[in-house]
């Protein structure tokens, strides 16, 4: 497996990270303890979490689960020095953590204890903010984005705060390194200027949507990346299932996100199945496994630092691990690139 930077930390990451939204809804703790096990076999050691999760439904009677679920692989046995584990503290708007309260200076303390307490470890090595405060133009909110009403000062003293609080625990070890996610050019590059007036920890990584069908980050925040060392990590990387083609034809598998989630978030459009069917030719033409095709195709881009990737079956996971050591030749990747110039932004 191939192992990558995470920023300037000095921590090394796999180039798969095994994702875990859905263990405690659709994976039960025995499920999500296998495929950590089958994951760490393959050298994936990298486990992405949140304080959130399990999603589909998000309820307040599930918030903090999935991260209760991997502390019980660790009372289990599991090996802490085994995993690299990313968590993320849930913000503004998320009314079933803390009443929805903004990400602070005063919050964190609180939701770092949390998760520790859950995860049933004393680190964290990547604490992750899940969403901005001032909000995001992710999850198909780029059509409408209005970003007229913030108050830069405001923005930035809040991002002061905040590295404080940080920096105090990264001094008593609870977290070795930080990370945003669904954040923009301008909040990273804030981010990075106040960390280095401060001297607070500096943004490692970026965990922002990213597939062939949603491909936001291919210009500033992909400049921002390779300049300033801030890595992706990009989440739905098989556009929520859409580009395995389960879904083409109007089928919805038992059991499959779509069954609980009938718009894919926003994802379910016609435009949508026209590229699912571009992509799913090209993967025809070159025999290739779309699902793998896809994956690979995430780790060729030059500010990738780790694809995040979900299963719910063993048999999901597998075709996952089998990404890691496909070579996409110069032809295919031509030809996903024709393919992405014939239906760009499907959703």
Not at 110 to 121: H, I, N, P
Not at 166 to 181: C, K, M, N, P, Y
Not at 216 to 226: K, N, P, R, W
Request: hydrophobic share 40%; glycine share 10%.
């Amino acid at each position: 497996m191939e192992r990558r930077k995470l920023g300037r930390t000095g921590i090394d990451v796999s180039a798969l990270c095994l994702g875990s939204m859905t263990w405690g809804t659709q994976n039960t703790p025995e499920e999500g303890h296998a495929q950590i096990d089958r994951a760490l076999a393959a050298g994936i050691d990298f486990v992405d979490t949140a304080e959130m999760y399990p999603v589909n439904p998000i309820s307040a009677e599930t918030v903090g689960r999935t991260e209760d679920i991997i502390g019980l692989w660790f009372e289990r046995g599991g090996a802490r020095d085994d995993m690299i584990l990313a968590t993320k503290h849930s913000g503004s708007g998320m009314r079933h953590v803390r009443d929805g309260a903004d990400i602070s200076g005063a919050t964190i303390p609180e939701a770092v204890e949390g998760s520790l307490r859950r995860l049933r470890t004393d680190y964290i090595d990547l604490y992750q903010f899940h969403w901005p405060n001032r909000g995001s133009y992710m999850f198909r909110q780029d059509w409408t984005y209005d970003p007229s009403g913030q108050d830069p000062v405001a923005v930035r003293q809040n991002m002061a705060d905040c590295l404080g609080a940080l920096q105090r625990e990264v001094d008593r070890g609870t977290i070795r390194a930080f990370g945003l996610s669904n954040e923009s050019a301008w909040g990273t590059a804030a981010w990075l200027a106040i960390a280095e007036q401060t001297g607070g920890p500096r943004v490692a990584s970026v965990q922002n949507e990213y597939s062939l069908m949603c491909r936001l980050y291919d210009t500033d925040m992909a400049e921002l990346s390779v300049n300033e060392d801030v890595g992706l990590l990009s989440f739905s990387p098989l556009a929520t299932g859409l580009l395995t083609g389960k879904y083409q034809g109007g089928v919805v598998p038992t059991g499959s996100r779509m069954t609980l989630n009938a718009d894919l978030g926003g994802r379910k459009t016609e435009r949508a199945f026209e590229a699912v069917d571009a992509y799913l030719a090209v993967a025809r033409k070159h025999g290739l496994d779309p699902s793998q095709m896809a994956l690979a195709w995430c780790m060729t881009r030059p500010f990738m630092c780790s694809v995040i990737f979900g299963a719910t079956t063993m048999e999901q996971l597998e075709v996952a691990i089998g990404a890691a050591d496909l070579q996409l030749s110069d032809e295919v990747l031509a030809d996903l690139d024709t393919a992405h110039r014939a239906h760009p932004m499907p959703y």
